[in-house]
């Protein structure tokens, strides 16, 4: 595998904070100067960005107290 495979199968990881100091940095170091590896990443956020707000728009639609009446 080469280190742009690994990369790119870490960087979801890398962006949920799920990864060790020293793997983040790695991670981090080679996005910064990899071209295709930056492109996953932007991609990653954009889509991270529009789930978080596709998802906060329906929660605002639940409600939540008879869930909470029975916890």
């Given amino acids: 595998m080469t280190s742009c495979e690994t990369i790119r ?3 979801g990881s890398w962006l949920d904070g ?4 020293g793997e983040s940095d790695s ?3 080679h996005v910064s100067g990899c071209a295709a ?3 996953v990443r932007r991609q990653l ?6 789930l978080r707000d596709e998802l906060a ?3 605002s639609r639940i409600e939540f107290m008879p869930f909470w009446r029975e916890v």
């Fill in 9 to 11: 199968e870490s960087i």
């Fill in 18 to 21: 799920e990864l060790s100091p």
């Fill in 27 to 29: 991670v981090r170091e």
């Fill in 37 to 39: 590896c930056g492109e």
């Fill in 45 to 50: 956020e954009k889509l991270h960005l529009a």
């Fill in 57 to 59: 728009g329906e929660a």
